[in-house]
Each structure stands twice: as C-alpha cells, then as structure tokens.
C-alpha cells in the first residue's frame, strides 16, 4: 500500500522570504503522480502543482516549484516569495498512473503562517 | 480542468438523522470520490462511485452508513445516515477529467450533528 508521510505539522515564514515542505512516500510503483495541494481556511483543496514520476524535469508554476527525488521517493515544494495568501494546510497526495479510476493518497498535511 | 459544485456547504443536523451531500460537475468523469476531513484531520477516501455499479467503500465505511448514489456521469449523492456527533466532519466530493488529469474537489460540505 502506498503511504504519504508530511513529518512537520506546521511551519512558518516571513513575507518574500522562501519555504520549502517536505514530503516523502512509499510505493512500489514506477509510474505515478504526485502533487500539493492548498487548503485556505475556506476549505477549498485547491491544486498547487504536479509531477510526473517519469518526467526528471522538476514542476514549477509560478513561485511554487518541487524537487523530486525518486530514488529517495521524496518530494518536496519550494514556495518563493511568500505572500500573506499563501497561509494554508499543504497537503501532499500520491496517485497511481492508471487513470481516471485511481485515488489520491493523501499525507497529514502542513499548516503554514506566513508572517507579515 | 472539472469544475466541481457541492451543497450543502454546511448543515447543522441532529443525532438520528442523515444528510445528504450532492456533487454536480460541469463534464462527464468516469470516477466520482467522497472523503471526509475530520477537524484538523487529512482526507480520507470513503467511498468510490463508478455510473451505473454499486460505490467501493475503504475499510472502514460501510453502505448502511454512508450510502452512495452515481445516477449519471455528471452526478453524485452522498448520504452521512444515523448521524452522531463522531460524523461532524467536513465531506468531500472530488471528480477526475478525461485520461490523466488531476483530481479537483467540491468545496466541501461542514456537518456538524448535536
């Protein structure tokens, strides 16, 4: 069974300045996607960024960019210059590549502050 | 990209009672997923809901509490049954587009039962 561990329940930041979050999983597959997900106080899950585990090129969008380390089977976001908006639980979720029909795993997740 | 619309977004409900959860989307998906976020919790995977089969529940949930309907490719309902203050959670609904494309989600329905 695949499992997400998110080691660190919270984190915090100043504004402009860079965090990164970690994440690491377990599986025994070779081909899968992974990503971050938002979650603001209002609930919404809102997708930050995925990756391919075939692809060696990391994902950036924007100031959110990942370093995947498959050997490691770690994967981690690199949020640049903080903003106040960025407050959130981060949420890091593991997905077989079979599909439509596959679920998400999801870690623990992380709140991070950002401070003004 | 799906674009997901649930309700209720909140319920204050009794103990005894059920709630149920409906989740539209603006395209036809083959999979529909229900989880349940307890306070400060992750999600947790429910239920799957394919059309026209009946859901596949994870360890854990059963039918009885938590029936499911998938009438359609564009359409779910999820009934939260019997309700006890232990099933104050927020619920989530969340839906696939064609081929690989990642998972979006409702915005969630928050139930809380006195």
């Known amino acids: 069974a695949q499992t997400v561990t998110q080691s660190q329940p919270e984190m915090s930041v100043q504004e402009a300045e860079t965090v990164t979050l970690s994440c690491t999983y377990d599986t025994s597959e070779s081909d899968y996607y992974l990503f971050w997900y938002k979650q603001p106080p209002s609930r919404q899950m809102i997708l930050v960024i995925r990756q391919e585990a075939y692809k060696q090129q990391n994902a950036t969008e924007n100031r959110f960019s990942v370093n995947f380390q498959k050997a490691a089977k770690s994967f981690s976001l690199k949020i640049s210059d903080s903003q106040l908006g960025d407050a959130a639980m981060y949420f890091c979720?593991?997905?077989?590549?079979?599909?439509?029909?596959?679920?998400?795993?999801f870690g623990k997740g992380i709140t991070l502050s950002v401070r003004p | 990209s799906a674009v997901i619309s649930q309700k209720p977004s909140r319920d204050i409900c009794q103990r005894g009672t059920s709630l149920t959860i409906q989740c539209q989307v603006d395209s036809q998906v083959t999979m529909m997923f229900w989880y349940r976020q307890q306070p400060g919790q992750s999600l947790t995977l429910i239920a799957t809901?394919?059309?026209?089969?009946?859901?596949?529940?994870e360890s854990g949930f059963v039918i009885d509490k938590f029936p499911i309907s998938r009438p359609n490719l564009t359409f779910s309902t999820l009934t939260v049954s019997n309700l006890s203050p232990e099933d104050s959670s927020i619920y989530l609904c969340?839906?696939?587009?064609?081929?690989?494309?990642?998972?979006?989600f409702g915005n969630g329905t928050r139930l809380t039962v006195t």
């Open positions: 809901a394919n059309q026209g089969s009946e859901a596949t529940y």
């Open positions: 969340s839906a696939a587009g064609q081929g690989h494309s990642p998972l979006h």
């Open positions: 979720a593991y997905r077989p590549y079979t599909g439509a029909n596959s679920k998400l795993t």
